[in-house]
Every structure is written in structure tokens, then in C-alpha cells.
């Protein structure tokens, strides 16, 4: 995600009913370690990264970049929510120049299954149509990832295509801003 002239990152927090999205601090490097080695996080991004490999490379404050939420419960890390620039060069383009914003998540296993991710994901999206309203958002994922399947479709993202990428089979879509109605 390019960053506008119209607003600075990071954000004040967004908080919703449960969850705090905020800029990432030194006490969330074990929380993103856990991230990148766990299995079952990344089943569907490429597969897990070595633990020791993660505690020697993930700097002291991870994850300090614009786009990248931390979503905090109770004062903790259970996960990210990214919203960033999709690179023209890969597969999958909402506009002629292929360039996009994309929106991302990853969440500890203990944090699935609660709406969570539903719930950081749109206060996300909302946060991101107040600072730049009219654009459109995409979102990839695996069509053999149901639970992300699921989530896309409930945020209101729209397949656009379909495409084989990372040795699996895509699912792009969309979530386009809603235009006000003309009296």
C-alpha cells in the first residue's frame, strides 16, 4: 500500500466490541514467531519457517511497516491484519495497471473459530475506506482453504478469478466500495 499524503501511518488504534488493532511493539515477537512456525498457520502460506531460523531473524519489534495491524485480545497478540500493495506482477488485477491494495490475516490457531478474524478484517476494511474511500480492496486465497473461503465471502469479496499460483489454485476477489445512492 502506497501511502497517501492524507494521512500518517501508524494509526491511532482501532478498537472494535473485542479487539484493539495497533501498530506492533517488542512484547509481539514471540506472538509472530509462533505465527511463522506454526504448522497449522501456515498450511496454506507456503508451510511453516524454522522456529530457530524465526528467533534469530525476526527483529527485536517485528512487523513495524504501514498496512500491518496487530489484533490485541486481553492485551495480547492473537494475530495481523495487513492491508498492502499487491504487486502488477502477479496474478490477479482489479484495475489496467494490476496494482492493488490486498488484504491479509494470520491468526494463532487458539484465536480460530471465535469471529475474530471477521471482526479485525472489517474493522480493518472500514478503516482503510475512511482514508482512502472509494478504493477498491482485493484478497487471495487458496480454493482448498475453506475457513479463508468462508471469511472472503462474508466480508463481501466478489471472485474476480481464479489462477494457479504457489503450486495451488487461487481465489481473487474483490470488495468494492458501495456508491452512494442518487436521490
Known sequence: MTQPASFSWPPAPVTTARLVLRESEA??????????????????????????????????????RPGLFVVELEGAMIGTVTLQERTPERPGRLGPDGGCTELGYMFLPEAWGSGYATEACTAALDWFSTVLPGEPVALCTRIDNAPS??????????EVSRFEEFGAEQWFGARRPVAAHRR
Open 27 to 64: 512484547r509481539d515477537r514471540a506472538a509472530f514467531v509462533e505465527l511463522f512456525a506454526s504448522p497449522e498457520v501456515r498450511a496454506h502460506l507456503g508451510g511453516p519457517h524454522s522456529r530457530d531460523e524465526l528467533e534469530r531473524a525476526v527483529p527485536q519489534v517485528p512487523g513495524r
Open 149 to 158: 473461503m468462508r471469511l472472503a465471502l462474508k466480508l463481501g469479496f466478489t
